[in-house]
Structures are given as C-alpha cells and as structure tokens.
C-alpha cells in the first residue's frame, strides 16, 4: 500500500513535471492577444527593407534552440559575469538580426508588458520569416522562458561548423533528439540567405564532388586569399524564396558548403533529398514539422528563467 501510494506520488510528479515542459499554441491568447500580430508586423517590416533578413531571423531561432534550449540565450551580450554566445567562432561576425528582434520586442512590450519572452519572439519571427520569403506555415507552439545566462563553450561545441561529415551532422542533431530526416529538412533553410567566403572557399577550390562551371563562377568573388566576407547565395537558383530549389542543386553538386553537399554524396541522406527535391510538398511537410522539434529542445517553463525585458540583456 504504502508503495502503491509512493509511486502514485511518482506519476503524479514526472505529470506535473511533464505538462510544465509542454508548450502551448494558445499560451499568449488571453495574456497578450496581440502577441503574434505585433510580431509578424515588425518581421514583414524587416524583411521588405530586406528579404535576406528573413534568412537571418531563421538562423538566429536554430543558434538558439541549438545552445541549451530555446531560451533566447544566444541574444545576450556578453557581461561581466559571463561570455555569452554571440563572439563564438559559430556565431562572431556571422549571426545577424540581433537589433530586428530588439525592436520587435519594443513592440511588443508596448502592447504587453513584461508577458511575451524572447525566445518566443524567436521562434515566431523564425516561422513568420518562411511565410514572409513565400514558405510554408505552421503552429508556433509558445510558453518558453527567457535565460539569465549564456555560454560560448556551449555555443562553440552544439553548433555545427559547415566542414562536417552525413555522420558528425546526424550525431550532432541526434543529440538535441533531432532525425536524420529533420537535419536533412532543416538543412533546406538553406534554401534562403547567404554564405561568407571563408566557410565555402575550400569547397570551391578543393572538392570534387562540385559542379565546375558552378565552382569558376564563386572563385571570381572569393579569391584564395581576402575576400573572407564577400557574400554568394546558398541557393543559387531562388536565393530569397523558400522552396525546395535547395535539393535539386544538392543533386546537381551545386551545393555550396561542404556541409550542405555531403546530404547528398552516395550516403545515406539521398533518398531524402532525392524525396525532397521531387515534392515541395513532402519537403513543406517535413520541414515544419521538424521546425516545431527544433523548437522543443529543452524550452524553460513555468516558473525557470525569466521574461526579460530587453532581449540583449538580463533583467536587473
Ligand atoms: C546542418 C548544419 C548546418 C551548418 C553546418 C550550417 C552552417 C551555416 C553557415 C556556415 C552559414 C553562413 C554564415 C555566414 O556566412 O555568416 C549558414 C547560413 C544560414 N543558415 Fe545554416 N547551417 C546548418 C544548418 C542550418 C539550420 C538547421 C538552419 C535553420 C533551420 C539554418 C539556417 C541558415 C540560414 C537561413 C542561413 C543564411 C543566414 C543569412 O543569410 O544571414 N542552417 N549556415
């Protein structure tokens, strides 16, 4: 009896436990009902001015979720208490929109005060970017909570740099409970935005598996030495439209990282963007669902963390 009553106590805890790691669709309804409206506003603002900053907001909800949890941690400056993830080598120089979430958050802590968390406004700025760039759309499932604390180290080791191997990307993923297929869903962002130089130069004068007019053409405006920031487009075909354009170039060795082409080099990843490439419609689905996994790691709830106030900054 008195074991059948303990672990009754057991369930009743790891429920509790449960439900408060649950996020929700309807979790601003009735305590911002403008939440969402404020937010799409300031995104389709940012992305008219310009259409790569839909790609950047994209990015900046994977840089966060990457790094313990979806929990706005990636947009703190760094203090004198810690060093937080912005000049990691993933990050420095590389990650953009920091100032477009900034003043979304102005927005909307107008409307609602200290109520909607930053990793929120993430995650929703990340699915209204999609729409924005002509993707598709999904639930934005909310209730996280915002970090007082940021790590570089974490930063440096959970987020994967583009010289990656099929095999280190699907042990990288897997470890934040993400599928082959999600990495490989989720790799179609790359559909949208831009690359430095420097992360695909080697590709482009050392690799094989490469189209070579596609190669020649890159070389002009990313020389073998300099040039470390000149920009080209990750899809060369639609560079500001989300769609699934970003699998056939794989399938034509025009994927421009090393890490985007080894989705499709004879592992065992080709059937997916063979899969992908042939249906918008199988690659829509595949990569909302796996924006809400993404959007699950490890979210702070209930009473962890905190709502800040301003995004870069921890509340005094
Ligand atoms: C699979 C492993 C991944 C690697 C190695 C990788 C690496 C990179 C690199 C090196 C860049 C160029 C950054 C720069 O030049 O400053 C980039 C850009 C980008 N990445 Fe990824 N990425 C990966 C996965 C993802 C995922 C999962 C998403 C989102 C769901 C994403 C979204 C983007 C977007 C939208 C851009 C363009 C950003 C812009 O133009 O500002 N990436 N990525």
Not at 10 to 19: E, H, I, N, R
Not at 52 to 75: I, P
Not at 120 to 134: E, K
Not at 262 to 273: I, K, P, R, S
Request: charged letters at 15%; one cysteine or more.
């Amino acid at each position: 009896m008195a074991s059948a009553s303990r672990l009754g106590l057991v369930v009743l805890v790891a429920m509790a436990s449960a439900a408060s790691a649950q996020l929700s669709s309807t979790f601003y309804d009735t305590s911002c009902p403008n939440a969402l409206a404020t937010i799409k506003a300031g995104v389709t603002t940012a992305v008219q001015n310009e259409a790569r900053m839909g790609a950047s907001l994209v990015r900046l909800h994977f840089h966060d979720c990457f790094v313990d949890g979806c929990d706005g941690s990636v947009l703190l400056a760094d203090t004198g208490s810690f060093i937080g993830e912005q000049g990691a080598a993933p990050n420095n120089n590389s990650i953009r929109g920091m100032n477009v979430i900034d003043n979304i958050k102005t927005q909307v802590e107008a409307v609602c005060k200290q109520t909607v968390s930053c990793a929120d406004i993430l995650a929703v700025a990340a699915r209204d970017s999609v729409v924005a760039l002509g993707g598709p759309t999904w639930t934005v499932l909310l209730g996280r909570r915002d970090s007082t604390t940021a790590s570089k180290t974490n930063a440096e080791n959970d987020l994967p740099p583009p010289t990656f191997d099929l095999q280190n990307l699907t042990t990288l993923f897997g470890n934040k409970q993400l599928s082959m297929t999600d990495m490989v869903a989720l790799s179609g962002a790359h559909t949208i935005g831009q690359s430095q130089c420097r992360f695909f130069r080697d590709r482009i004068y050392n690799e094989t598996n490469i189209n070579t007019t596609f190669a020649t053409s890159l070389r002009a405006n990313c020389p073998q030495s300099g040039g470390d920031s000149s920009l080209a487009p990750l899809d060369t075909q639609t560079p500001n439209g989300f769609d699934n354009a970003y699998y056939t170039n794989l399938m034509s060795q025009k994927g421009l990282l090393h890490s985007d082409q080894v989705l499709f080099n004879g592992g065992g990843a080709d059937n997916t963007v063979r899969s992908f490439s042939s249906s918008a419609a199988t690659f829509n689905s595949a990569f909302t669902t796996a924006m809400v996994n993404m959007g699950n790691i490890a979210p702070k709830t209930g009473t962890q963390g905190q709502i800040r106030l301003v995004c870069s900054k921890v509340n005094s």
